[in-house]
Nanobody, 122 residues
Framework: QVHLVESGGGLVQAGGSLRLSCAAS????????IGWFRQAPGKEREFVAA????????YNGAVVKGRFTISRDSAQNTVYLQMSSLKPDDTAVYYC???????????????WGQGTQVTVSS
């Protein structure tokens, strides 16, 4: 079992930055890949970024490439999503999720956090 809790969301102006955290509990956290997804009202859940269990592999979705960076601190059981150059289109609820391997598909993930709201004003 892995329990995930997101934090760090909030209201930011366009062009600003936020850092989201995904804190995990469970002694097998280091065995899981972590993905970040987002969902805006009326839209499907969208892949944002993912990181392998070792941290050696990182992947970004096309809409955020070059602006967002994913990293993990295994000692702290935490994965971070550093978001820069934010746009109003980045407004969504952001979720982290755990799976044994990296996947770009939300249905593949076994464990999910409750989400954190990110709102970017123009």
């Amino acid at each position: 079992q892995v329990h995930l809790v997101e934090s760090g969301g909030g209201l930011v102006q366009a062009g600003g930055s936020l850092r989201l955290s995904c804190a995990a509990s469970g002694r097998t956290f280091s065995s899981y890949a972590i993905g970040w997804f987002r969902q805006a009202p009326g839209k499907e859940r969208e892949f944002v970024a993912a990181i392998s269990w070792s941290g050696a592999g990182t992947y970004n979705g096309a809409v955020v490439k070059g602006r967002f960076t994913i990293s993990r601190d295994s000692a702290q059981n935490t994965v971070y999503l550093q978001m820069s150059s934010l746009k109003p289109d980045d407004t969504a609820v952001y979720y982290c999720a755990a799976h044994t391997v990296v996947s770009f598909t939300p249905d593949a993930y076994d464990y999910w956090g409750q989400g954190t709201q990110v709102t970017v004003s123009s």
